[in-house]
């Protein structure tokens, strides 16, 4: 019976891992293994309670129907977190590697691929990272990752050092910021080291310079990163770069660097889009586990918008404020206790019943249309429209807006609101659209 269930279950997965994205198989549902089948229940080990939720959230209702179809009746999947702690989710990385002084580095164990969440706004940067961590020097020589503050870059750049470390500690990977290269180097003019100084800098196998629109205008420290730079590129030995904006763009860069960083692999990283700011602070709540409630959360996701280390950060206030003032985590804690982060623009109470008659009233499609099962192009798209808006404007959760929309749960929501967003930011016409709207509503 036991490897009926397994062979049942790897049947499952096979199946659905050929709708799904490899990392996001490999991430959520290699780690499970179905357990025993009572009744019509079919008990899945999963690693732990995060794995759990996230699981149940995205892919089982569709694995229950794969199951079923394989099994023949009906089946339901119930996930047994084997660990009540969510750290095993993160895999150990060694702080410190190698036992010579020259060669310590450290890279922060947290910053790992594992714990770095992939989405539109990331993935190009993730995918080269990872590969450039598989094959350091032998892929793309310089990979040069650039974005916004608190996007991500340092987080990549270590995880590319950790992963390579885990893999091989014969290497010497170093990390810098460009700042902290600088004083060493200026330490050393001082104290007529300089030579052992680029002596070190030339072992390394990786070498990763954090944050470099820090050598703008600064001649004398761009010489000594070409001079290492090319010793380095010469030997085949990985380089991987960070910096606020792309090459091109740093001002006062000598050209012969903006060409050297240029000739590898140039990734950006976007601001997170909703679906990934939700999945960060998720990421995040769970691995300290900590609770919050979802509709909390989308508020988060959705007034913080530009920056990852803010996100992380008003999770932190919030759970500090509704401890010291003993409140409940709810959505007016949170708008208390956020509102100088946020950017909230609510100006009056408005009800959902409002913002239906209005759209009702702009588009003319019948309000029944709307709250039917009718999946017509057009009225799907009003009926986004109108989740977009109660979404702005009141105060009503993600589950409440479903029931006003006669929807089967917030999820459908939250994609709907993805859609539209998505909506304003290519298409102009539709953006001035919905902008008109949310004046006719009182909005600013
Ligand atoms: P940058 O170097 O671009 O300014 P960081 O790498 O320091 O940004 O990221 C800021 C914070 O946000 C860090 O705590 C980091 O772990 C977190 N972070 C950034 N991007 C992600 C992501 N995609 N998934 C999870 N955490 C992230
Ligand atoms: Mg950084």
């Known amino acids: 019976m036991g490897k009926n269930i397994d062979k049942i279950w790897d049947d499952t997965l096979n199946i659905i891992k050929k709708e799904l994205k490899e990392y996001t198989f490999s991430t959520w549902l290699l780690p499970t293994k179905a357990s025993s089948l009572k009744e019509n229940i079919l008990y899945i080990d999963v690693p732990n309670p995060f794995f759990a939720d996230w699981i149940s959230e995205h892919f089982l209702d569709r694995l229950e129907e794969i199951s079923t179809d394989l099994f023949n009746i009906d089946i339901k999947i119930k996930l047994l977190p084997i660990s009540e702690n969510t750290d095993t989710f993160i895999k150990y990385i060694p702080e410190i590697v190698d036992s010579k002084p020259e060669n310590i580095s450290v890279f922060l164990q947290r910053y790992t691929f594992d714990s770095f969440v992939v989405g539109n706004s990331n993935q190009f940067a993730y995918a ?256 986004q429209i109108i989740m977009y808006l109660s979404r702005k404007l009141t105060n009503l959760s993600l589950k409440e807006i479903a029931i006003n929309l006669n929807r089967k749960d917030h999820t459908t929501v939250i994609s709907g609101i993805k859609k539209i967003e998505l909506l304003i930011m290519n298409d102009e016409d539709f953006k001035n659209k919905i902008n008109t709207y949310l004046s006719g509503l009182g909005y600013e």
């Open 128 to 383: 080269g990272s990872t590969a450039v961590a598989e094959n350091p020097g032998k892929t793309y020589n310089p990979l040069f990752i650039y974005g916004g503050v608190g996007l991500g870059k340092t987080h990549l750049a270590q995880a590319i050092g950790n992963y390579i470390l885990l893999k091989n500690t014969k290497y010497k990977v170093y990390y810098t910021p460009a700042e902290k290269f600088m004083n060493d180097l200026v330490t050393a003019f001082q104290t007529n080291t300089t030579i052992a100084l680029k002596k070190r800098y030339r072992q390394y196998h990786i070498l990763i310079l954090d944050d470099i629109q820090f050598l703008s205008g600064k001649e004398r420290l761009q010489e000594e990163v070409f001079h290492t730079f090319n010793a380095l590129y010469n030997s085949h030995r990985q380089l991987v770069l960070t910096s606020d904006k792309p090459p091109r763009e740093i001002r006062n860069l000598e050209e012969r660097l903006v060409s050297r960083f240029q000739s590898g692999l140039i990734v950006d990283i976007q601001p997170p889009d909703l679906v990934t700011r939700i999945a960060i602070l998720k990421n995040k709540i769970e691995k300290e586990n900590l609770f919050i409630p979802e509709d909390v959360l989308f508020f988060i996701a959705e007034n913080i918008t530009s920056n990852i280390r803010e996100l992380e950060s008003s999770i932190i206030k919030l759970l500090a404020f509704a401890s010291l003032t003993k409140a409940k985590i709810d959505l007016k804690t949170a708008e208390i206790a956020l509102k100088p982060l946020l950017n909230i623009k609510k100006v009056h109470i408005i009800s959902f019943d409002e913002i239906l008659n209005f759209v009702i009233n702009e588009t003319k499609i019948n309000k029944n249309l709307l709250l039917s099962q009718s999946r017509i192009e057009n009225i799907s798209i009003t009926r």
